[in-house]
């Protein structure tokens, strides 16, 4: 997916609909990060939703 120079991962959710709230884990090119890192091109950014269970 392409997204604009200098967006960040909270914008890549809102572009995809995912809430922040579903989010529990950013990884940008296997290295954890917060919503506010900026994208840079080639970059691959994987999302994980909190998980549950017993």
Same mark, same amino acid.
Do not use: S, W, Y
């Given at each position: 997916?392409?997204?604009?120079?200098?967006?960040?991962?909270?914008?890549?959710?809102?572009?995809?609909? !995912?809430?922040?709230?579903?989010?529990?884990? *950013? =990884?940008?090119?296997?290295? /954890?990060?917060?919503?506010?890192?900026v !994208?840079?091109?080639d970059?691959?950014?994987? *999302? =994980?939703?909190?998980?549950? /269970?017993?």
């Amino acid at each position: 997916m392409e997204v604009a120079d200098g967006a960040t991962v909270a914008e890549l959710l809102d572009l995809l609909g !995912i809430p922040p709230a579903q989010t529990k884990l *950013i =990884f940008v090119n296997n290295v /954890g990060r917060d919503e506010d890192h900026v !994208i840079k091109a080639d970059e691959r950014v994987a *999302i =994980f939703p909190p998980v549950a /269970g017993g």
